[in-house]
């Protein structure tokens, strides 16, 4: 809810390609002392760059990127208002605005971008059409940009529709607002909460920036993010007043944000401006159409920039948060603009704001008759203890540190991905959808289709003695490679799998046992215990295939092996399996390929090396095969699988 302003383009004259040469040319330094440093961090906001005022993401990623590269994702937006709300055209045209830019450098270093969309998220059909059209500009920047195995930042519901199919080694989710309780979008809130929850599934931690969000939440993995500020911008006000407030009288109540309709509580703006006509209201920041409020003490002087805005407090006598108590909305809001505020030093008048009540020096209302006596009370007898406690509040709460925070966090989560998660056992829907083939897993390995798995297998092993060492199968099933393998070759075989129902029908031998785990990112094997680890057809399941390659290596021995098995990305059998699999799914139970409605990730050999390289592995073979009755098509198998080693 900050002021929206026209941001002018930046370096419309060099081509994404020319700068991409140039940041490669001249390499950033990276503070070895930064806690995150050479990773792809990408985020999915829930703002625009170009025309909002920066929010949390925005102050945090422009200090991430002085030692990572960051893109930065303008609003995929939460769906239209109506056609019939006023603000709808205005709404459309700076977002076809922002389409124009597509893909920009920030002066910081940053890359901007606004994928080309559609906000229509009520229909499932249009919602899988807008997913394929965003992954497919997403992979184009991603390989421009060489953002690989990124860490995803999504802080806006409908980001659930994507993230999980860019490859990302970390999800985090960050919660700024009661969303499914916002008013300007036509999306019904039941679908912003189906996808709000599905975030929260993937995600290893979820960020709120609110406390009440953060205190009610139910969930084990959240992290309180409080919000910050540029104390120095706004403790230090310039000297000079903007023309547009010059001569507006004094005392000035002044309002930073946009004058939203469900936000403000126009009948008591309406009622003060009335009773006390020699107070001006000064709001610095769009006004919806919606918002009926004029008058002469009411000033609405538009959109300023960031820069500008230290200026504009030059002129004010009270700062003001007069929101509606009655919404929701603005009941869970944590409002970065209150932090501005007490680093000016103003007085301050806020409505009952959860985030703030226990603030030393700030003024609290409930009524508009409490309104008028506290803005009096402030502007008789404001003290410079009064102002010098409102700052000292926000003095260290600054973006900076804020930005260290996440870094260390980021970092925290990349080591171990399951530092918030809760001890108790959650079975996600890609094991739900394989344990009905528990009982008939075995026999499916007599067929030419899944058979084919241990010719490949004995052929990468062929020049390797592996008796007497220890392996693990990741996602072993019911057992039946895992016991191939002790058999073929000699090997004591550790299987793991978080099917109850596959553990259960697992047959045990003298080489092989079998437990049940939550996931294979997070085995419960010791550190360095096991010579190797067979992985078939099972990361392509995992919502990040990164953390479940780092903990096999954290589990395997100096220069143990990797055998691991995942789809094909080759369009000659990728495409034709993907394109019977949306043009059945109306088709219901008599649908093909169901098990893409859980694989999600799929490579081809060069993609799959880079993602091992990244995770302390080296490739030293690799197989294609698969297709009809086990068999490729014209050379290019629907399955891939590698050999490689620890290094």
Same mark, same amino acid.
């Given at each position: 809810?900050?002021?929206?302003?026209?941001?002018?383009?930046?370096?419309?004259?060099?081509?994404?390609?020319?700068?991409?040469?140039?940041?490669?040319?001249?390499?950033?330094?990276?503070?070895?002392?930064? =806690?995150?440093?050479?990773?792809?961090?990408?985020?999915?906001?829930?703002?625009?760059?170009?025309?909002?005022?920066?929010?949390?993401?925005?102050?945090? $990623? +422009?200090?991430?990127?002085?030692?990572?590269? !960051?893109?930065?994702?303008?609003?995929?937006?939460?769906?239209?208002?109506?056609?019939?709300?006023?603000?709808?055209?205005?709404?459309?045209?700076? *977002?076809?605005?922002?389409?124009?830019?597509?893909?920009?450098?920030?002066?910081?270093?940053?890359?901007?971008?606004?994928?080309?969309?559609?906000?229509?998220?009520?229909?499932?059909?249009?919602?899988?059409?807008?997913?394929?059209?965003?992954?497919?500009?997403?992979?184009?920047?991603?390989?421009?940009?060489? @953002?690989?195995?990124?860490?995803?930042?999504?802080?806006? =519901?409908?980001?659930?529709?994507?993230?999980?199919?860019?490859? /990302?080694?970390?999800? #985090?989710?960050?919660?700024?607002?009661?969303?499914?309780?916002?008013?300007?979008? /036509?999306?019904?809130?039941?679908?912003?909460? *189906?996808?709000? &929850?599905?975030?929260?599934?993937?995600?290893?931690?979820?960020?709120?920036?609110?406390?009440? @969000?953060?205190?009610? &939440?139910?969930?084990?993995?959240?992290?309180? $993010?409080?919000?910050?500020?540029?104390?120095?911008?706004?403790?230090?006000?310039?000297?000079? !007043?903007?023309?547009?407030?010059?001569?507006?009288?004094?005392?000035? @109540?002044?309002?930073?944000?946009?004058?939203?309709?469900?936000?403000?509580?126009?009948?008591?703006?309406?009622?003060?401006?009335?009773?006390?006509?020699?107070?001006?209201?000064?709001? #610095?920041?769009?006004?919806?159409?919606?918002?009926?409020?004029?008058?002469?003490?009411?000033?609405?002087?538009?959109?300023?920039?960031?820069?500008?805005?230290?200026?504009?407090?030059?002129?004010?006598?009270?700062?003001?948060?007069?929101?509606?108590?009655?919404?929701?909305?603005?009941?869970?809001?944590?409002?970065?603009?209150?932090?501005?505020?007490?680093?000016?030093?103003?007085?301050?008048?806020?409505?009952?704001?959860?985030?703030?009540?226990?603030?030393?020096?700030?003024?609290?209302?409930?009524?508009?008759?409490?309104?008028?006596?506290?803005?009096?009370?402030?502007?008789?007898?404001?003290?410079?203890?009064?102002?010098?406690?409102?700052?000292?509040?926000?003095?260290?709460?600054?973006?900076?540190?804020?930005?260290?925070?996440?870094?260390?966090?980021?970092?925290?989560?990349?080591?171990?991905?399951? *530092?918030? +998660?809760?001890?108790?056992?959650?079975?996600?829907?890609?094991?739900?959808?394989?344990?009905?083939? /528990?009982?008939?897993?075995?026999?499916?390995?007599?067929?030419?289709?899944?058979?084919?798995?241990?010719?490949?297998?004995?052929?990468?092993?062929?020049?390797?003695?592996?008796?007497?060492?220890?392996?693990?199968?990741?996602?072993?099933?019911?057992?039946?490679?895992?016991?191939? @393998?002790?058999?073929? *070759?000699?090997?004591? !075989?550790? %299987?793991?799998? /978080?099917?109850?129902?596959?553990?259960?029908?697992?047959?045990?031998?003298?080489?092989?046992?079998?437990?049940?785990?939550?996931?294979?990112?997070?085995?419960?094997?010791?550190?360095?215990?096991?010579?190797? #680890?067979?992985?078939?057809? #099972?990361?392509?399941?995992? =919502?990040?295939?990164?953390?479940?390659?780092?903990?096999?290596?954290?589990?395997?021995?100096?220069?143990?092996?990797?055998?691991?098995?995942?789809?094909?990305?080759?369009?000659?059998?990728?495409?034709?399996?993907?394109?019977?699999?949306?043009?059945?799914?109306?088709?219901?139970?008599?649908?093909?390929?169901?098990?893409?409605?859980?694989?999600?990730?799929?490579?081809?050999?060069?993609?799959?090396?880079?993602?091992?390289?990244?995770?302390?592995?080296?490739?030293?073979?690799?197989?294609?095969? %698969?297709?009809?009755?086990?068999?490729?098509?014209?050379?290019?198998?629907?399955?891939?699988?590698?050999?490689?080693? +620890?290094?």
């Amino acid at each position: 809810m900050n002021p929206e302003v026209n941001i002018p383009d930046m370096n419309p004259a060099a081509t994404i390609a020319e700068t991409i040469s140039a940041e490669t040319a001249i390499a950033k330094p990276i503070a070895a002392e930064y =806690p995150l440093r050479g990773e792809s961090i990408i985020c999915f906001a829930g703002e625009d760059w170009w025309y909002h005022n920066p929010h949390s993401k925005n102050h945090i $990623l +422009k200090r991430l990127v002085r030692h990572n590269r !960051v893109l930065f994702v303008n609003s995929i937006t939460m769906g239209l208002p109506s056609i019939g709300n006023a603000d709808f055209f205005i709404k459309v045209r700076r *977002k076809l605005r922002s389409y124009m830019r597509w893909l920009r450098r920030t002066p910081e270093g940053l890359w901007v971008m606004t994928p080309i969309n559609i906000p229509v998220y009520s229909s499932p059909l249009v919602r899988k059409l807008n997913r394929m059209v965003l992954l497919l500009q997403f992979r184009l920047v991603m390989m421009l940009l060489r @953002l690989h195995q990124p860490i995803i930042w999504a802080a806006i =519901p409908t980001s659930a529709d994507i993230v999980d199919a860019l490859g /990302a080694k970390l999800l #985090v989710y960050q919660v700024s607002d009661k969303y499914d309780h916002q008013e300007d979008s /036509a999306l019904a809130g039941d679908v912003i909460r *189906k996808m709000d &929850a599905r975030l929260k599934q993937l995600a290893s931690v979820v960020m709120y920036s609110g406390k009440k @969000l953060y205190e009610e &939440a139910e969930i084990p993995h959240r992290y309180f $993010l409080e919000q910050a500020v540029d104390f120095e911008r706004f403790a230090n006000l310039p000297p000079g !007043v903007p023309n547009d407030v010059a001569n507006v009288p004094r005392p000035v @109540l002044g309002y930073i944000g946009s004058s939203d309709w469900f936000t403000m509580d126009a009948p008591l703006i309406e009622y003060v401006a009335q009773q006390r006509p020699n107070w001006h209201w000064v709001f #610095v920041g769009g006004k919806s159409k919606l918002l009926k409020l004029s008058g002469p003490n009411l000033h609405f002087v538009g959109q300023k920039s960031y820069a500008e805005l230290p200026r504009y407090y030059r002129h004010m006598d009270v700062c003001v948060l007069p929101w509606n108590q009655q919404n929701v909305f603005t009941n869970y809001g944590s409002a970065i603009k209150v932090k501005e505020y007490f680093a000016t030093g103003l007085p301050v008048v806020l409505s009952p704001l959860y985030e703030y009540l226990n603030t030393p020096g700030v003024r609290f209302y409930r009524t508009p008759d409490e309104f008028i006596a506290q803005v009096e009370d402030a502007l008789a007898n404001d003290t410079p203890q009064q102002r010098k406690l409102r700052q000292e509040a926000v003095r260290d709460a600054t973006w900076d540190v804020r930005a260290e925070q996440v870094a260390v966090l980021f970092r925290e989560l990349l080591d171990d991905p399951n *530092k918030f +998660k809760s001890p108790e056992r959650v079975v996600n829907d890609a094991v739900l959808f394989h344990s009905p083939a /528990a009982t008939t897993w075995d026999a499916g390995y007599e067929t030419p289709v899944y058979s084919v798995r241990k010719d490949i297998i004995m052929d990468l092993l062929a020049e390797r003695d592996l008796t007497g060492q220890q392996w693990l199968d990741a996602g072993c099933a019911t057992g039946t490679l895992a016991r191939f @393998l002790s058999e073929r *070759k000699g090997c004591r !075989v550790l %299987g793991v799998d /978080a099917c109850e129902a596959m553990i259960q029908n697992a047959t045990r031998t003298p080489l092989t046992e079998f437990k049940l785990i939550d996931d294979v990112c997070t085995t419960g094997v010791p550190d360095a215990a096991v010579d190797g #680890v067979l992985c078939s057809s #099972v990361i392509e399941y995992v =919502p990040h295939p990164a953390v479940a390659l780092r903990e096999f290596h954290r589990i395997m021995k100096e220069d143990g092996t990797l055998l691991l098995s995942v789809p094909s990305a080759h369009p000659v059998v990728r495409w034709p399996v993907v394109a019977l699999y949306w043009l059945t799914k109306p088709l219901g139970r008599h649908r093909v390929f169901t098990y893409l409605d859980h694989s999600k990730h799929s490579y081809s050999e060069s993609s799959l090396r880079r993602l091992l390289n990244a995770c302390g592995f080296r490739m030293e073979a690799a197989r294609t095969y %698969g297709g009809p009755r086990g068999k490729p098509i014209l050379g290019h198998g629907s399955l891939l699988m590698v050999r490689a080693r +620890k290094v």
